[in-house]
Each structure stands twice: as structure tokens, then as C-alpha cells.
């Protein structure tokens, strides 16, 4: 079992006003049937409220604590603006406490501050990006994760994401310098089933275990073969290699090259 390194945090409470407790659903709709199977229990967290906009636009802020956030990968930090208010963002990695940001088109080019993308060089990486002004933070969010951009033209911005897919946004939308926190976290070893529990993740049965009402790869005597050409889930459903995303999606336009395909 491993974990991440923790010492760059600050701060073992989060900021009261900036937290609210979510109803935990595990899986279930409205109906309390199973939607999504694998999940259920966990310890109890406390949402924090990130302010993935940061539209304060030339309100300088200092970074007052870095923290850890039970529903994210990333590390957040809490930022306070020089007019008082308060908020938690994504910290980048290499932030440290008493750190200056701010939100400006005419911002320097340093880690943690904010521009549209029209202003940020090309070779540049950023996190927490907008697919269009105003919209908030919705690529490269998570932990390590960062886009490169690659070029400007005619109102997009053409981004590598850490998928390796091509995209383009609007280049009024904003983004913040930097690569996200806690990179370490995908070497992370789980280690144990009871810490999958902890994390609210429930166990995952293989089909060829179950019986022949349960699963299509049920039943028989010792281990049996799967008796299909095609892997199938639970409902008969064709898995593996099927795409799923909608050919008619409007923004397939905006996507220039495809994530490679991974594994055999």
C-alpha cells in the first residue's frame, strides 16, 4: 500500500463558510434503484466549494493555506482577495504558501494566474480551462493534468490535452498557468480491499463467477469458456472497442486529432 506525500499541506480543516455536506446517493436515482453499479459506503467528507470561474478580474490575491479536498486527486488552496473575500481554487503544482495571483488579461505569465487564452503563448501549459467565457473550468482538472497550447487562429485556440487528443476552444475563455497539483497520485497503490471501501468503492464480482441468471458468463463446472465472439456486460450489451461517443455530437467539429486508442 502507498500513499501521497501530504507535506506540502498546510491546513488539516477546511474554511467552515466553504463547505457544504452532499447526500450521498451511491448509485441510485430517484427511485433508489442501481444505476451505477460499485458504489456505496466511504467515510464521511465535506464538499468544498471551488470557485472554477475565478472572474475576479484584477483583484490581487495571496494563497493562504494549501489543503486536501475528499472529493478531488488535485490539492485546492485557499486564496484571499485583497478586497477580503475568501475562495478555494485548484492549486498548481510548485505553489506554496504567501504566493501572489491574480485574474487579468494583462497578468504576468506566471504559475497560478489566470488569462483568457488569446494571451498565453504558444509552449505554455494550463489547467482549469474553459471551453468558452464565462463558462468555468471544465479541462484538465484533475490531478498532474495540464493542456499544452499549441496554436491560435480565428477565435480558437488549439489545445493538447493529456490524453494526447487535438482540440480547439474559444480563445476568449480563460485558463490558468500551471500544471495541477499532486502529480504523484496515478502511482498510487490501493493495497488493500478495505481501503476501496473507504473511498465508497463497493467490490466487482467477475461475470464467469456468478451464475447463468445473473451474468451471460455464468454457471458450469470449474472454469468454463465464455461462449461468445464478443464480450458482453451484464445486460447482453456489446463492450470492447464498441465507440460510444454520438457521431452527431455538435463539438466532433472542434476535435482536430482523436485520443490513441490503449491496451490490445
Keep these: 500500500m502507498t500513499v501521497v506525500d501530504y507535506s506540502a499541506l498546510t491546513a488539516k480543516e477546511p474554511f467552515k463558510p466553504l463547505v457544504k455536506k452532499l447526500r450521498s446517493k451511491a448509485g ?24 472554477f470561474k475565478q472572474e475576479r478580474f484584477d483583484i490581487p490575491a495571496k494563497v493562504e493555506t494549501l489543503e486536501y479536498d475528499p472529493y478531488r486527486t488535485a490539492f485546492i488552496a485557499r486564496i484571499l482577495y485583497r478586497d477580503g473575500r475568501r475562495s478555494y481554487v485548484l492549486a498548481p503544482q510548485g505553489m506554496k504558501v504567501g504566493d501572489q495571483l491574480v485574474t487579468s488579461g494583462k497578468a504576468p505569465l506566471k504559475i497560478g494566474n489566470r488569462l483568457p487564452l488569446v494571451n498565453i503563448p504558444v509552449g505554455y501549459r494550463v489547467y482549469n480551462v474553459e471551453f468558452y467565457r464565462g463558462g468555468g473550468g471544465k479541462l484538465a482538472r484533475s490531478a498532474g493534468s495540464s493542456a499544452e497550447i499549441l496554436s491560435h487562429d480565428g477565435g480558437y485556440t488549439q489545445l493538447k490535452l493529456s490524453s494526447k487528443e487535438i482540440r480547439k476552444v474559444r480563445s476568449d475563455g480563460l485558463a490558468t498557468i500551471g500544471q495541477v497539483s499532486n502529480p504523484e497520485w496515478s502511482l ?25 441468471v445473473d451474468h451471460k458468463y455464468g454457471g458450469g463446472e470449474g472454469r468454463q469458456r465464455r461462449g461468445t465472439r464478443r464480450p458482453k456486460d451484464i445486460w447482453g450489451n456489446i463492450t470492447g472497442g464498441r465507440r460510444t461517443r454520438n457521431k452527431k455530437k455538435w463539438s466532433n467539429k472542434l476535435i482536430i486529432q482523436r485520443r490513441p486508442k490503449t491496451g490490445s
Excluded at 434503484?33 to 456505496?40: D, E, L, N, P
Design 28 to 51: 441510485r436515482n430517484k427511485w433508489g434503484r442501481i444505476t451505477v453499479r460499485h458504489q456505496g459506503g466511504g467515510h464521511k467528507k465535506l464538499y468544498r466549494e471551488i470557485d
Design 188 to 212: 498510487v497503490n490501493i493495497g488493500k480491499a478495505g481501503r476501496s471501501r473507504w473511498l465508497g468503492i463497493r467490490p466487482t464480482v467477475r461475470g464467469s463467477a456468478m451464475n447463468p
